[in-house]
């Protein structure tokens, strides 16, 4: 027993070493490039030592965990939403939930400040504040008989904690849905080898949908095998597609085009039934993420590729092309899902919390599906930093920064000090199967480059680099667009529920008139900001992501809020610093990026000031949409931030009302029962 | 040797058990025995009606 222990302690001292050293590495190595693997250890120590030390400290010392007390899946199992899960089976259910494009997408915009900022980010992000976010809502939640966040902060907050984390969730579903659609438009522009990939998903999935429904109903694993062979073919069949001009001409679409076409689709998508086309899409994208980044993560441990990417680069002053701001506040909205993500607080208190056996599996499924899910953002990051910075700014930059011509975008970015030819892009773009791949803005094309250079150099060599970049492409795109139908779905019930205290009928989600009135409603205010991003001639993801991260980190604050208020009314105050540092952060983050975002005098950044540009600049048939859509985007993020200030400055009056004493300390926790079940189960 | 099999039979079983409910086939499995039905057509039919609505409010993150 003594024995094991020193063991024990041996092993945490080497893990903490070499973590330390690694991170050393990383953060102190300039002269030379980097291998990858530097970041793959640091992030494995981080995580471990975050998982074994800080989430136990918090599990035993706030939280008090109790395997004894019986949770919502056992004392309310039906059989549907409440149910007594395998911890593992959970584990797996709640990844696969909280894993979006966005640990992919974010790290690899925020890569234009180097290497070092986004992985420092996501490691300490991920371990001291989304971590924490994750597993603290969801015990609070599984006490709490599976309550969402909207209930738990209007029950522990008040009503106005309630009305902002149900509008926070609203507004975020409207700008997500629009970046999502915005990425896969940039992804798909110009590109008939990836718009023929995807179309073809549609038929797809409603071959899935009808197979599951007449020939085998409920053999779910086996069709989204049959779908994943038949996707393949489409991304094989997309080649061909591309070298036939008849064919090629048909799915060589513009920008305007694509986001027509997506946000007709989104309404398909909103009012199908579940069975025939979100479901099977579903199943399909969520077979392929699992296997994909698995995939990568496996590439890049055995091919442990060189990161060209300098740890620093010049644009953390803000002048970046990417996107413009500078480090602080940009970097830490920029990278949500990676490091913290508000969005992940709905998910521990949806799903998850109905299936958990154990209070004590609250630890090892919201803390750990966290660090994997950070893990996936370090993947990204490295995914960005392989390529060279030339052509990683090439791809990512807009036309309205680096000049409209191949030649003009390449002496702007090797004027940077990013070296990098028309002739080189132009091999590059041959070699992925495109005509071109400037000004491939959102991120989604530059991931996709620096996978299919991983997966390439592992499997296949450079003469299937194209079929790789295509198969990147398509996951990604399978995986927005899933993001797609499912968010509106999500917003449509949220929009039917409130709409149903004014009108009964409109609340019924199986009434056709309010499913056509609701689903126009939320795809209309999505649409909205897509067209705007892709009518802006920076390139929109200069404008929307920002919008997006603040929105989604707001809604974090909301969360944290809700935590440190429960954890104040269980006389834990002294651990409060736990969940008030991250909270502290994310409101000087958030807040400061707001301010700019609204007020800075530099038009690339400030939203006012680039309608004030505007106006004073040559007038054209498109001027005043631009000035309005600036303005408009000003005006969201000041209701957003006013709103959440109200939040704060309620929690702030309980906090000292409970500490005081002359507020009731009472938590609204379900009452304690024994649990029932004779043993862990898992 | 035998406990190697035993772990890999165990992971394997729980890689399984992770991917049926992801895929909602352990929901359909437990639908039919609660409504002690064969799986048909007209089973799944039942099971979605039933479904969509907590399936399609499924958040799922960015």
Known sequence: ?682 | MSRLVKSARILLATLLATLREIFDEAAYARFLDRTHMPSSQAAYAAFWRERESAHARRPKCC
């Open chain 1, 1 to 682: 027993m003594e024995m094991n222990k020193t063991l024990s302690v041996l092993v945490w001292i080497i893990v903490a070493l070499l973590g330390a050293v690694a991170v050393g590495v990383v953060a102190i190595h300039r002269a030379e490039p980097i291998n990858a693997m530097w970041l793959v250890v640091a992030a494995t120590c981080c995580y471990a030592l975050g998982y074994r030390f800080y989430s136990k400290f918090i599990a035993a010392k706030i939280l008090a965990l109790d395997a004894l007390r019986a949770t919502p899946a056992e004392r309310l199992e039906n059989g549907r939403d409440f149910l007594v899960t395998n911890k593992w089976v959970v584990f797996g259910h709640h990844f696969a939930a909280i894993a979006g494009p966005g640990p992919l997408v974010g790290p690899v915009l925020a890569a234009q400040f180097g290497y070092l900022p986004g992985t420092l980010w996501v490691l300490a992000g991920a371990v001291f504040a989304g971590c924490v976010q994750d597993f603290v809502i969801l015990l609070f939640s599984v006490r709490r008989d599976g309550k969402s966040l909207t209930e738990m902060a209007k029950e522990e907050i008040g009503r106005v904690g309630g009305f902002v984390a149900y509008t926070a969730v609203i507004a975020i579903l409207v700008i997500l849905l629009a970046v999502a659609a915005l990425i896969v438009v940039n992804a798909l522009k110009d590109s008939p080898w990836g718009t023929f990939t995807i179309a073809m998903t549609i038929p797809i999935a409603l071959l899935m949908g009808l197979y599951l429904r007449r020939i085998r109903p409920g053999k779910v694993l086996e069709v989204s095998v049959l779908g994943f062979i038949l996707v393949l073919l489409a991304i094989w069949g997309g080649q061909w597609a591309s070298q036939n001009p008849a064919m090629a001409h048909v799915f060589t679409l513009t920008a305007p085009t694509l986001a027509i076409l997506i946000i007709v689709y989104g309404f398909a998508a909103s009012a199908l039934p579940v069975w025939l086309l979100l479901a099977p899409r579903d199943y399909l994208s969520t077979f392929v993420k699992l296997g994909t980044i698995g995939l990568l993560g496996i590439g890049i441990v055995a091919l442990h590729p060189t990161l060209h990417m300098p740890a620093l680069t010049r644009f953390i002053d803000g002048s970046g092309p990417v996107f413009a701001g500078k480090i602080f506040p940009f970097a830490f909205i920029t990278i949500a899902c990676g490091a913290i993500s508000g969005f992940h607080s709905l998910i521990s208190s949806g799903t998850t919390p109905k299936l958990i056996a154990r209070e004590t599996q609250t630890r090892m499924v919201g803390y750990g599906a966290m660090t994997a899910e950070s893990a996936v953002a370090v993947m990204a990051i490295i995914a960005a930093c392989v390529l060279q910075p030339g052509v990683y700014f090439a791809i990512n930059s807009p036309a309205g920064i680096v000049g409209q011509t191949a030649a003009a975008a390449t002496a702007t970015i090797s004027s940077w000090g990013f070296p990098v030819t028309a002739a080189d892009m132009q091999a590059l773009a041959h070699a992925v199967g495109e005509q071109t791949l400037f000004n491939r803005t959102g991120g989604a094309p530059a991931f996709a480059v620096g996978m299919a250079h991983i997966f390439s150099q592992s499997l296949g060599g450079a003469t299937v680099m194209a079929l790789w970049y295509h198969f990147a492409v398509m996951f990604e795109a399978l995986f927005i667009l899933t993001i797609l139908d499912a968010g509106t779905r999500v917003a449509r019930f949220m929009i039917q529920d409130a709409l149903g205290h004014i009108y009964k009928p409109l609340g019924r989600t199986s009434w056709y008139p309010s499913i056509l009135a609701t689903s126009a409603l939320i795809v209309a205010a999505w649409g909205y900001f897509l067209w705007q991003g892709v009518k802006d001639p920076l390139g929109g993801i200069n404008s929307l992501w920002p919008l997006f991260g603040i929105a989604n980190q707001l809604l974090a604050t909301v969360a944290l809020c809700v935590a440190t208020t429960i954890i104040v009314k269980m006389h834990r105050a002294r651990y409060a610093a736990v969940t008030l540092f991250p909270l502290t952060w994310l409101v000087a983050v958030t807040f400061t990026a707001s301010w700019h975002k609204v007020l800075d005098p530099n038009p690339r950044i400030g939203f006012l000031a680039q309608a004030r540009a505007l106006a004073a600049g040559p007038s054209t048939g498109a001027t005043a949409r631009l000035i309005f859509n600036n303005r408009l985007d000003a005006a969201v993020t000041t209701v957003l931030v006013v709103m959440v200030a109200l939040v704060l400055i309620e929690s702030g009056r309980q906090w000292l009302g409970v500490l005081r004493g002359s507020k009731d300390a009472r938590v609204k926790e379900a009452p304690f029962v024994m649990t029932q079940l004779a043993e862990e189960r898992g």
